[in-house]
């Protein structure tokens, strides 16, 4: 070492690094994200649940018609990190896909809020 008192490493390139250029993570971080897959798993469910109920109950759609809307729409949900993450490998960024999604987020949640408000008293007749 060159006796400074600073604990020194190399990372893969054989550079110098300081100790607190030192990458974090790792297994430290694991139960953080586990806790949050397991989480959403389970929030996921319970709404695949609840959408095709609420289907069926509330609009008088067929099980297997309702089963394979979801299907689409859970599809469509599972394909849109993909998407965002190559739109900000790309184009915009990690901040701007956050504040992107989280507005898109938002104002879906706004529109279902009026539309239901404003048609619940209205049941489609198929």
């Known amino acids: 070492m060159d006796g400074g008192g600073e ?20 297994w430290a971080t694991f ?7 397991i989480g959403s ?19 008088h759609v067929r099980s297997i018609d309702a089963t394979q809307t979801f299907n689409i729409v859970a599809a469509s949900t599972s394909l849109l990190p993909m998407v965002a993450a190559i739109l900000a490998d790309s184009f915009l960024g990690c901040f701007s896909i956050v504040w992107i999604s989280s507005l898109i987020s938002i104002l879906v949640t706004i529109y279902f809020y009026f539309h239901y408000e404003t048609t ?6 198929f």
Not at 31 to 37: E, Q, V, Y
């Open 31 to 37: 139960p953080f994200i586990a806790g949050a897959l």
């Open 7 to 26: 604990e020194v490493f190399t990372d893969g390139e054989g550079q110098m690094l300081p100790y607190s250029a030192r990458k974090r993570g790792g």
């Open 120 to 125: 619940s008293n209205y049941v489609p007749r």
């Open 41 to 59: 798993s389970i929030a996921a469910s319970g709404w695949a649940n609840n959408l095709i109920v609420y289907m069926i109950e509330k609009f």
